[in-house]
């Protein structure tokens, strides 16, 4: 099992979604911004999901914008799309989150 952790921003409100076996599960993503040899910043996006109830209630308390720390097990799914292309999807199932700062917090507090 591969354990990682995220500081970043979260790209999109979490969206909560109906799992293939039927599960809940919220699906988010968490930018991280780092800069290159030359000072050229980059960003790179995490895929995360949770399926943990008391990780799905605390996500969907996030908003777009929110300073976020997220870890959990790193995973690649392998899948196939329509085209018959073999595809894989890195993403991070989340067991631990916590909102460090809130983009907006007078919005954020009304949300709650």
Known sequence: ??????????GSDPESR???????IV????????????????????????????VRNQILKAKKGD?????????NRRWTDKGG???ITSELTAS?????SCATPVEHAMSV
Do not use: Y
Request: some cysteine; charged content about 20%.
């Open 67 to 75: 300073s976020v720390f997220v870890q959990g097990e790193f995973i």
């Open 1 to 10: 099992m591969r354990q990682m952790t995220v500081l970043g921003t979260l």
């Open 27 to 54: 699906i988010f993503c968490v930018a991280t911004r780092h800069f290159d040899k030359s000072g050229v910043p980059h960003t790179d996006w995490t895929r995360c999901i949770a399926i943990d109830v008391s």
């Open 85 to 87: 292309n073999p595809q």
């Open 18 to 24: 109906t799992g293939s076996s039927g599960e809940q």
């Open 96 to 100: 631990k989150f916590k909102i460090m």
